[in-house]
């Protein structure tokens, strides 16, 4: 991922996306640099406009919003959690009878 992120940051810059430019970046972050990473980042992002990918990849707000599948609603956490206390107040009603 820092191959990217590398090359996000000299797209932004507006600098040339150069198998010299990021490896002074990830250099730089102290990460150390895999050449053939490097030069296939290079060779993959030759040609490409990166405007329109970021644009084509980028989520409606929508999607981001919606609950994570096998998480539960706040709803349903206060409603287990109710549960659970009438569960407990009945279970000490059986100790005094």
């Known amino acids: 991922m820092e191959y990217v992120y590398a090359s996000l940051l000299l797209h932004t810059a507006g600098k040339e996306i150069s198998e010299a430019n990021i490896g002074s970046i990830l250099k730089a972050a102290g990460v150390n640099v895999n ?7 290079v060779a993959a992002l030759d040609g490409v406009n990166i405007e329109d990918a970021i644009k084509s990849a980028a989520m409606p707000a929508v999607a981001l919003a ?7 609603k706040k709803e349903e956490k206060k409603e287990v959690k109710e549960e ?3 569960e407990e107040v009945a ?5 005094f009878g």
């Open 35 to 41: 050449q053939a990473q490097v030069k296939s980042i």
């Open 66 to 72: 919606a609950p994570v599948s096998g998480e539960p």
């Open 84 to 86: 659970k206390k009438e």
């Open 91 to 95: 279970g000490l009603g059986a100790l």
